[in-house]
């Protein structure tokens, strides 16, 4: 099992950056494929970005390809995101997940349902 924890959050004006964290417990970190969600208020948990367990492969949802980023520290059990040219629309709460490496193939964009593990979030707001 791994416990999640996300860090970073906070208001930012349009146009700024902000860097989030998610620390993770455990041994193991290496084995989880990690990812980052998004809920804004009356809308659905969305995909934002996803890292496999080396760091080697990664996934963006459209809506952020070429602004935000993900990485990950296997010696630090941390996965970061980058976010620049932040807009209003990118005001949510962001969750870091987990899912084991093995099993089925994860899809390039997955939904929520595929991860196992889930940090508390952490709130962006982007003022216009």
């Known amino acids: 099992q791994v416990q999640l924890v996300e860090s970073g959050g906070g208001l930012v004006q349009a146009g700024g950056s902000l860097r989030l964290s998610c620390a993770a417990s455990?041994?193991?970190?290496?084995?989880?494929?990690m990812a980052w969600f998004r809920q804004a208020p009356g809308k659905e948990r969305e995909f934002v970005a996803r890292?496999?367990?080396?760091?080697?492969?990664?996934y963006y949802a459209d809506s952020v390809k070429g602004r935000f980023t993900i990485s990950r520290d296997n010696a630090k059990n941390t996965v970061y995101r980058e976010m620049n040219s932040l807009t209003p629309e990118d005001t949510a709460v962001y969750y870091c997940?987990?899912?084991?490496?093995?099993?089925?193939?994860?899809?390039?964009?997955?939904?929520?349902?595929?991860?196992?593990?889930w940090g508390q979030g952490t709130q962006v707001n982007v003022s216009s």
């Open positions: 890292i496999s367990g080396s760091g080697g492969v990664t």
């Open positions: 997940a987990a899912r084991s490496i093995g099993g089925r193939e994860l899809p390039r964009t997955p939904t929520a349902r595929w991860y196992d593990y």
């Open positions: 455990g041994r193991t970190f290496s084995s989880y494929n």
